[in-house]
Every structure is written in structure tokens, then in C-alpha cells.
């Protein structure tokens, strides 16, 4: 009898060790599918617009077109007029803002504030599948819709965010909500997703990001950043290469 | 007058080029044009000091009213940009110091950048034109470029004056980027052009970019036609999401600026002279700095800079003894037009900075959808104990108008840098876009 239990606990051990790999694998691809609807692909150009609401009055708006290509993105500010002519190059981590009539591009920061509670890492494109470790919290609604809760813990100094609740719909693998914490573990901002854009990618039609509220959970300012005129088209190299920024 | 009358012929050349291209392309053109108006009054208190004693030398106004019209043009194709920057401006300066009741003024059309760079392939592109060729992480100075010594970003509404470039620029892969670039002409068509050198020569330089995840940086060696080479690049690094480290540095092989030269039989007690042109001896200039991003947006910067370049103790003493030397014979009725000859030597002798050693501490608040955006920087010289104190804002009054305020005050004895001339400087204007 015993030597049965013997037998069986390398294949019990092997069962355990498979399923565990699939958890990981599935988690990987799942973060890998909201990424892609919030922007992660081979070549999109998309309009934003902000709006930033401060004690639920309205402030300034900003109007964008964003060119992204996997982990770079270009923004080229549209609206409001003063600001025509400016633009903001993220190339992965490094980032860049430029003004008419200073040619020189000044570094800025993921963390430094693009306009209200986002920050220009909101604004670059979404990568929590390689910027991020996930497990596995549990199951959860959100506005009706059954999501995983996975909680991202940064695998990189780089990203805006050092932790991360993420809340993804079961059936369609979208982002819904996410909350965001600083190392201390203390709860700083809140995001939440609607999808009512559609794109094709690979000849299949997927859903899209339209929106995204970001709300400052320690001051009470809240940004809208609504996004149209989505174009999946090949975004040539040469297009995030500071070189040839002609400005 | 001839410059001028090259200005338009480019404008014009460029107009057609436009018009030939809209109306034969068959493919998408991104056409932007927008303009900018900006006007400003400015006041300023001047230094009495051997660089310009009594206001005898540079003739400086304490006003000025200045208005400019900035139109913006780039037309974007899938193979080609053209951008166009021609500047139309106006000033009238009143109250010159020490003769109150003088005035001038000027107005002025030139074009300030310019260029058309084209692809060939979507890794190989090629330019030409006039432009601001700007790099680097750096606020003080950018070392590592050896065509712009100004940056831009002690006077931020006023635009650094272009130069004629021919650019070869292949991408061999996406985070490597290798450009030629060669500064064919001064380029400088402004009435009052602070680049027109009648020494100007070609100026070359391999610029090779490399670009990781949270870093990048170049490499670039240069030489000037007749002159030595100089090796220069930087690095940035993003350390953590509210962290840059970054470092700018240029090692000059020899260098055409001038520095003093006590001779007791001279007149003047001595003169200025290329002492390192035509040596091959290695002067290292470089910056390094951080900047850190507070729970609130602002930036804290810090920059030490080490000018290899500039004057140490005994040349800056030099230095100052031949400038109080010039002063005393500004009228003299012979050495008169010797003295101005060493004045304008000392108020430009060719170094990025006069001394070795510098320190700047910088903070901005500068969110895109904010209407208040500031910046407050001080830069100290260490050598001699001189200050100044730089402090921006702009206040986005609504879509269209911009106010701006740019003031500036120097501390120090007349004998420092930062206290050369101008104590204090103020710039009040609005900026409207269109």
C-alpha cells in the first residue's frame, strides 16, 4: 500500500507543478489581451482628449493625436491652441517633451503629470505583461460583469506604478478597474476602463478602449481621457526617433 | 541688406516647393500651419563695470518693446517633411543709460529654420536646411554639442538663431541611430545676428544614438575644418519612474577660444589670444546631474558642471586686469579703438562658461493641463561667487493667450561673471496663438 503512495507522488507533484505553470501561462496571456485593447500593438494612431475634473468642476481640456508602436508612443498636442505644436515622445521609459521654440527636448518622467490625476505613464502604452509579476487574488463583478483580480507587483524600477489590483472581465480578458499603490501599500489613485471602440488586429474584430476615469484617490481630482479615430496602421520606426522629429 | 534679400528668395524657393509638392503628390500630406504673436515690454538694470563702463561700450537701453510674428510651417508626407519658421519682428528701445533721451529702433525678416528632409528608405533619411540642432539631458549647458553653445534655456522666448545643416541620418535597427551631420553655413540671418562669424568654418560630426529600455545615449565626435577633433555624448538613465541621472561631457583636443596675455610693453597691459588653436592639448568640460519628481509634478534639478575650458585663478586675475585696463581707455584718443577691440574680446571669448567650476538648482512646476506653469533656477559660480537667480512663468489665460513674466538677478562683485553687466532683468509679454 505504501508503495503505491510512493509511486504516485511524483505524478501528483508532476500534476501540481503543470497546473501551477498553467496558472502562470494563462495569466500572462490574459494580461497580454488587456493590454493589447488598451493600446499595446504593432502600429495605432488615435485621438485623446482630457478632461480633468477638480472638486467635480471642469478644467482644462487637452486634445491629442497618439501614435503608438508597442512600447513607444508620439503625442502630438492639437487642442487647446497654445499648445499646438507641442509633442511628447515616449520611447519606453524615456521621455521627452518638446516645445515649439525650444528645440531642445527636455526629459521628463513617468511620474510627472501630464494633466489632473494622469500621469504620462497613463498616457504611454500599457505593457503589464512584461512590466509586471501577476498572481492571482480571486474573483470579483464589476459592473456586472465577472472579472480575475490579479494583483501586479512591479518586476522593473521603471513603471509609474509599483503595485497594482487589477480587475479583468472573465469572458472578454478586458481591464475593467485598477487600483493603484504606492510601495507603502497605500492606495494613491483608481482607474477605471470602458471599451465601446472596436478595431481589427489580425483580421479579427477586438474590442477597444473609449475611456479611462483616473480619480486621485488623495485629492479628489479626476481625469477623463476619452479616446476616437482609432487607425490600426503600420507606424514606421522613424516616427519616435528624436533624430528625425522634424519640430 | 543681402542676407534679407536671401531670406525671401528662400521663403519664396520654399513656397513653390510647397505648391509643387501639394499639387503633384499623390500621397497623404499632413499640412500644419499655425501662427504665434508674441510681444513683450522689458526693463533692465544696468551694471557699472570695466565690461561696460558708464554704459560706454554696449549702449544698453533699460527698455524695450519688442513684437514678433512666429509662423509655423511643416508639411508631413510619407517620405518627406518640409518645415518652414520665418520670423517678422519690430523693436523700439527707449531711455538708454546714461543718455536718457536716446531711442532706436528696428524691424527685421528672416528665416529661421527651414529644411526639407527626405527618406529614401524607411532606415535612411537625409536633410538640409536651417534648424536648431539641440540635444542632450542638460539645463546649464549641453557640452557634447559642438554647433550650438547656447542652449536655449536661459531665455526661453527668445529663439536660438539657426544654422545650415546637410544630415545623413540610418537607422540601422530600432534602438541604434547613426547620423553625419555637417554645419555647411552660419547661417544667422537676423538684422542683429549673434552667430554671424566672419572666422566661420565647416564644422563636422558622427553622431551615433543608442537607446535601451529606461536609458539612452550618444556618442559623437566632431572636428572643425583646420581644427582638432572632440569627442562628446551623453547618457540619461530613467533610475526609477521619478528619477533621471544623466551626464553630458565634451573632451576638446585644442580650442579657439581666447584667453588673457600679460605683456608689460603692450599698451594695454596685454591682449587676448588663441592660445590653444592650433595645441592638441585635452580640456574636459562636462555636466552631471538629477532630476527627481515630487508627489506633487514639480522637478528638482541639480547640475555640477566642470569647465576644463575656462579660466583658473590666475588667467580669470589676467583677465580682469586687461578688461579694467580697456576700461580706463575706452576715449582714449589712441588706444580708443584698442579698447573696444579687447572689450568685445572679453565680453565673448569663446567659452561656454568664463570659469571652471558651476552649480545649478532648478524647480519646475510644468503640467501640460495646468494654466500656471513656473520655474525657478539659480546658478552659482563657484570660482567666483557670483550668482544668478532665473524665474519663469507662464499663465495660460485662455485657449489662445499665453502671459509670461522672465526675470532675472545676477549678485556679485562687478568683477564676477554673473554681474558683468546687468544687474537685474525683467520681460513681461503674452504670447497668442493662431
Known amino acids: 500500500m505504501l508503495y503505491k503512495k510512493i509511486l504516485m507522488l511524483p505524478a501528483l507533484m508532476a500534476l501540481f507543478f503543470t497546473q501551477v505553470h498553467a496558472v502562470e501561462v494563462d495569466l500572462k496571456a490574459l494580461l497580454k489581451s488587456a493590454d493589447r485593447s488598451r493600446g499595446n500593438l504593432q502600429g495605432l494612431v488615435w485621438s485623446v482628449e482630457t478632461l480633468t475634473l477638480e472638486q467635480g468642476k471642469a478644467g482644462q481640456t487637452l486634445k491629442f493625436r497618439l501614435f503608438t508602436k508597442n512600447a513607444n508612443s508620439l503625442i502630438r498636442f492639437t487642442s487647446p491652441s497654445r499648445m499646438r505644436g507641442q509633442m511628447m515622445l515616449m520611447r519606453d521609459r524615456n521621455m521627452w517633451f518638446i516645445r515649439p521654440g525650444l528645440r531642445k527636448p527636455v526629459a521628463i518622467s513617468p511620474r510627472q503629470r501630464l494633466t489632473g490625476a494622469a500621469s504620462n505613464g497613463d498616457i504611454a502604452s500599457t505593457n503589464y505583461a512584461g512590466d509586471y509579476d501577476a498572481i492571482l487574488l480571486g474573483e470579483e463583478s464589476v459592473e456586472g460583469k465577472l472579472c480575475h483580480i490579479l494583483e501586479l507587483t512591479a518586476n522593473n524600477k521603471g513603471v509609474t506604478y509599483d503595485k497594482i489590483k487589477y480587475w479583468i472581465s472573465k469572458s472578454e480578458g478586458l481591464g475593467q478597474r485598477a487600483d493603484y499603490y504606492t510601495v507603502s501599500g497605500k492606495l494613491f489613485k483608481k482607474a477605471s476602463f470602458e471599451y465601446n471602440n472596436s478595431i481589427g488586429v489580425d483580421k479579427n474584430k477586438i474590442s477597444f478602449i473609449s475611456k479611462m476615469v483616473i480619480t486621485d484617490t488623495l485629492s479628489d481630482v479626476k481625469t477623463i481621457l476619452s479616446f476616437s479615430d482609432i487607425v490600426v496602421q503600420d507606424v514606421a520606426d522613424s516616427k519616435f526617433n528624436l533624430n528625425l522629429l522634424v519640430r | ?434
Open chain 2, 1 to 434: 541688406m543681402m542676407q534679407k534679400r536671401q531670406c525671401f528668395a528662400v521663403i519664396c524657393a520654399c513656397a513653390v516647393v510647397i505648391q509643387g509638392v501639394l499639387s503633384i503628390s499623390v500621397e497623404a500630406v499632413e499640412v500644419d500651419v499655425h501662427a504665434r504673436q508674441l510681444s513683450y515690454l522689458s526693463w533692465q538694470q544696468t551694471e557699472s563695470s570695466s565690461q561696460n563702463p558708464d554704459n560706454d561700450f554696449l549702449g544698453l537701453y533699460r527698455y524695450q518693446a519688442h513684437a514678433e510674428l512666429r509662423p509655423d510651417i511643416s508639411l508631413v508626407g510619407n517620405r518627406y517633411q518640409l518645415m518652414l519658421k520665418p520670423r517678422f519682428s519690430y523693436d523700439y528701445w527707449w531711455h538708454k543709460v546714461g543718455v536718457p533721451e536716446d531711442n532706436e529702433s528696428k524691424d527685421d525678416a528672416y528665416l529661421n529654420e527651414g529644411l526639407l528632409q527626405i527618406g529614401f528608405t524607411p532606415t535612411f533619411f537625409t536633410s538640409y536646411g536651417r534648424e536648431n540642432l539641440q540635444w542632450g539631458p542638460t539645463s546649464l549647458r549641453t557640452p557634447s554639442n559642438p554647433f550650438f553653445s547656447d542652449n536655449g534655456q536661459d531665455k526661453p522666448k527668445k529663439e536660438v538663431e539657426g544654422k545650415d545643416f546637410l544630415k545623413f541620418i540610418y537607422l540601422p535597427s530600432d534602438w541604434f541611430t547613426v547620423g553625419v551631420i555637417g554645419n555647411l553655413e552660419q547661417g544667422g540671418m537676423r538684422a542683429d545676428s549673434s552667430v554671424a562669424d566672419p572666422e566661420f568654418k565647416r564644422k563636422y560630426a558622427l553622431k551615433l544614438d543608442m537607446l535601451g529600455v529606461n536609458y539612452n545615449a550618444s556618442l559623437l565626435l566632431s572636428r572643425r575644418e583646420g581644427g582638432n577633433e572632440t569627442w562628446g555624448g551623453f547618457v540619461q538613465v530613467t533610475v526609477s519612474d521619478a528619477l533621471l541621472a544623466y551626464f553630458d561631457a565634451a573632451v576638446n583636443r585644442g580650442n579657439t577660444a581666447l584667453y588673457p596675455r600679460l605683456d608689460p610693453g603692450h599698451p594695454l597691459g596685454g591682449d587676448f589670444v588663441r592660445r590653444y588653436d592650433s595645441t592638441t592639448e585635452e580640456r574636459f568640460i562636462g555636466i552631471v546631474g538629477a532630476s527627481y519628481t515630487l508627489e506633487n509634478s514639480a522637478t528638482v534639478s541639480l547640475e555640477y558642471l566642470y569647465n576644463g575650458t575656462g579660466y583658473n585663478d590666475t588667467e580669470a586675475e589676467a583677465y580682469y586686469t586687461l578688461r579694467q585696463n580697456a576700461a580706463d581707455n575706452i576715449h582714449h584718443p589712441i588706444f580708443g579703438g584698442l579698447a573696444h577691440s579687447h572689450l568685445a574680446e572679453t565680453l565673448n571669448p569663446g567659452l561656454i562658461l568664463l570659469r571652471r567650476n558651476y552649480l545649478l538648482l532648478q524647480y519646475t512646476f510644468n503640467e501640460m493641463g495646468n494654466n500656471l506653469s513656473y520655474t525657478f533656477r539659480l546658478t552659482t559660480n563657484l570660482d567666483d561667487d557670483s550668482d544668478k537667480v532665473t524665474l519663469i512663468t507662464e499663465y495660460a489665460y485662455n485657449d489662445y493667450l499665453q502671459i509670461f513674466a522672465v526675470g532675472d538677478m545676477s549678485q556679485g562683485r562687478s568683477d564676477t561673471e554673473f554681474s558683468s553687466f546687468l544687474s537685474s532683468n525683467l520681460m513681461i509679454g503674452f504670447e497668442y496663438t493662431f
